[in-house]
């Protein structure tokens, strides 16, 4: 039965039903969800993404759903490596596993969380096993160039690659899967092209949010990325400025040079970034991508799916959290 638009918040409670039933089968000396508390689903941006595309696309609404339950698991997966390179205490809105349990046992859950991954992907159709693979070593590449990255000036394009791969990779995986199961191996590359550039277009806001977000209201710390030395276009933009470049390289240096636990440059700095415009620069760069994707939405078969997606799309580049 094709995918039917008003469904998507009972579909994606379907979807968190997947993901649930997928942890249960997890057994409490591996790992016992009770002694430590966390979000395995977040905001599931990309599993709404999968169901939107699906629709988009009129495909089998349970074989989506076991699609959007592999992104998410992938993607929370991923985070609990983060959080382990980042040394992050919070995610979610709770204590992460890296602060619960250790690096050790994070990195452990993360990959056990891949592997669950990979086996809900192969349920969903066999051919989407080996195109999440793929996906997985786009990812790590992208966050491997960022660790290599860590104090060192980059440029907006090789920013743009970053984010392509880091986060750009999963996205682009929903949407084959979508098409994949929706066998329409003849609009692959489309919806390569829509993931791919949706997910970047979500991880320059998320880069936007580390300077102008609330840490309540985004679940996670914020001033993160300039703490660790991460280049992000919000800061790259700043840096290219004639007038503020100067005083950002400044503020950086003395950043480096203060205790670990001095924020009080870190928050000079974001609010150099912002007044500055150049959070609202890189917001409006993620909102062209987004309207540049509209003679590809056209494409999609279902009209009223390609009309949700598209408003979803929008939406992220609006978003405060």
Not at 143 to 161: D, P, Q
Request: contains cysteine; aromatic residues 6%.
């Amino acid at each position: 039965m094709a995918y039917e638009l008003q469904t998507i918040e009972d579909s994606l409670r379907a979807v968190n039903e997947e993901v649930n039933a997928a942890l249960a089968g997890i057994a409490p000396e591996v790992f016992d969800f009770k002694k430590y508390p966390f979000s395995f689903m977040g905001k599931a941006a990309r599993a709404r993404f999968t169901l939107l595309m699906a629709a988009a696309l009129e495909t089998d609404a349970a074989a989506a759903r076991k699609a959007a339950a592999a992104a998410e698991l992938t993607h929370t997966s991923s985070l609990l490596h983060d959080d382990c390179l980042d040394l992050a205490r919070y995610r979610r809105g709770l204590p992460t596993l890296y602060d619960q349990m250790g690096v050790n046992g994070a990195i452990l859950v993360g990959d056990l969380l891949m592997a669950i991954a990979f086996d809900r992907a192969g349920r969903a159709a066999p051919e989407l096993q080996g195109e999440l693979v793929h996906a997985v070593r786009r990812m790590t590449e992208g966050a491997l160039i960022e660790e290599n990255s860590r104090g060192k000036k980059i440029s907006a394009l090789e920013a743009e690659r970053m984010v392509a791969l880091k986060t750009g990779a999963l996205f682009r995986w929903c949407g084959l899967a979508a098409c994949h199961l929706a066998r329409r191996q003849d609009l692959l590359e489309t919806c390569a092209v829509i993931g791919e550039q949706a997910g970047s277009a979500f991880q320059v806001i998320d880069d936007v949010l580390d300077f102008e977000g609330d840490a309540g209201a985004c679940g996670k710390e914020t001033l993160k990325d300039i703490k660790e030395g991460k280049f992000t276009l919000p800061l790259i933009l700043a840096l290219n400025d004639a007038q503020a470049g100067p005083k950002a390289e400044k503020l950086l240096a003395a950043m480096r040079a203060a205790p670990a636990a001095d924020l009080a440059n870190a928050l000079d700095l974001a609010d150099l970034v912002k007044s500055g415009g150049f959070s609202a620069a890189a917001r409006a760069s993620a909102a062209e991508k987004v309207r540049a994707l509209a003679p590809l939405l056209a494409r999609l078969p279902g009209a009223a799916g390609a009309a949700a997606l598209r408003d979803f799309l929008l939406a992220l580049g609006e978003r405060k959290a």
